[in-house]
């Protein structure tokens, strides 16, 4: 589990593109489900449109907050759920404790790489629909996970950003380090060096197969950061949190000034 249900990103940056739409919406997948989603449209977009991909808790309101906050400085946010299959397209509808492990497993364990794709397609979809030049996707934890999966190229993404996502295998399925020879949009990873999760080891092999795989990235670890340090009340590894969103920004935009060069991402 990542983060708690009144958990909130950390703000650093004054809002200089202004908030011209933020709402809940529906997104039909490529089997027909309706997925719920989230839209913070900026009022002066200036790059690339992000699909952020929540924790395995899927559409809350700490991702709310995050797209809004992404919106803020010009880009583009789309956050998708991804339990439309089995708890419907209304995450208000669903229990309070529909997000403690007991009860999310069994819709967990349901989930598949293929519902996962569609619904991730779908998100990019309707982004470059909206008038999205490029899509980047950004995920945490286990959508950290499923963002350096999105790199692959069927998703046709710019970029991948993902903060403390497993890379590893996970109960038998293959993790982005055993897909990285198909992976191939530039990554961008943030570790934290204090995370029970992950250890250093699965973090250096997943580094290793994409460096032979020929696929640009970039990691970050912050040495005494947890496991999501990326929050608001984690006051003791602020410059962590800081220092990653001023990277995360800095990733947006090199798509922006890559596109606008007539270079490729």
Same mark, same amino acid.
């Given at each position: 589990?990542?983060?708690?249900?009144?958990?909130?990103?950390?703000?650093?940056?004054?809002?200089?593109?202004?908030?011209?739409?933020?709402?809940?919406?529906?997104?039909?997948?490529?089997?027909?489900?309706?997925?719920?989603?989230?839209?913070?449209?900026?009022?002066?977009?200036?790059?690339?449109?992000?699909?952020?991909?929540?924790?395995?808790?899927?559409?809350?309101?700490?991702?709310?907050?995050?797209?809004?906050?992404?919106?803020?400085?010009?880009?583009?946010?789309?956050?998708?759920?991804?339990?439309?299959?089995?708890?419907?397209?209304?995450?208000?509808?669903?229990?309070?404790?529909?997000?403690?492990?007991?009860?999310?497993?069994?819709?967990?364990?349901?989930?598949?790489?293929?519902?996962?794709?569609?619904?991730? +397609? #779908?998100?990019?979809?309707?982004? @470059?629909? !909206? =008038?999205?030049?490029?899509?980047?996707?950004?995920?945490?934890?286990? $959508? %950290?996970?499923?963002?350096?999966?999105?790199?692959?190229?069927?998703?046709?993404?710019?970029?991948?950003?993902?903060?403390?996502?497993?890379?590893?295998?996970?109960?038998?399925?293959?993790?982005?380090?055993?897909?990285?020879?198909?992976?191939?949009?530039?990554?961008?990873?943030?570790?934290?060096?204090?995370?029970?999760?992950?250890?250093?080891?699965?973090?250096?092999?997943?580094?290793?197969?994409?460096?032979?795989?020929?696929?640009?990235?970039?990691?970050?670890?912050?040495?005494?950061?947890?496991?999501?340090?990326?929050?608001?009340?984690?006051?003791?590894?602020?410059? +962590? #949190?800081?220092?990653?969103?001023? @990277?995360? !920004? =800095?990733?947006?935009?090199?798509?922006?000034?890559?596109?606008?060069? $007539? %270079?490729?991402?």
């Amino acid at each position: 589990m990542c983060y708690p249900a009144d958990a909130a990103p950390p703000a650093f940056s004054p809002a200089t593109h202004g908030l011209a739409e933020a709402a809940d919406l529906t997104l039909a997948s490529a089997d027909g489900t309706e997925v719920a989603a989230f839209l913070a449209r900026p009022e002066h977009p200036a790059g690339p449109g992000v699909l952020v991909l929540p924790d395995n808790k899927g559409l809350s309101d700490f991702y709310r907050q995050t797209a809004v906050r992404l919106a803020e400085q010009g880009f583009l946010a789309l956050v998708v759920d991804y339990y439309g299959r089995t708890a419907g397209a209304d995450p208000e509808n669903r229990a309070p404790e529909f997000g403690e492990l007991p009860n999310l497993l069994p819709h967990l364990l349901a989930l598949t790489p293929e519902g996962l794709d569609a619904d991730l +397609a #779908a998100g990019a979809d309707r982004l @470059r629909a !909206l =008038g999205a030049p490029e899509v980047v996707a950004l995920g945490f934890c286990f $959508g %950290g996970r499923q963002a350096f999966r999105a790199a692959a190229p069927r998703f046709g993404l710019a970029g991948a950003v993902g903060f403390y996502g497993y890379p590893d295998a996970l109960n038998g399925a293959p993790g982005p380090t055993q897909l990285a020879a198909g992976l191939t949009a530039p990554i961008l990873a943030f570790w934290g060096g204090a995370d029970e999760h992950i250890p250093p080891s699965a973090v250096a092999a997943f580094d290793a197969a994409l460096t032979r795989a020929g696929c640009a990235h970039e990691f970050m670890t912050f040495p005494q950061a947890p496991h999501n340090f990326f929050e608001l009340t984690t006051v003791q590894h602020r410059d +962590a #949190a800081r220092e990653s969103w001023f @990277r995360l !920004l =800095g990733f947006l935009s090199e798509r922006t000034i890559r596109r606008t060069s $007539g %270079g490729h991402p």
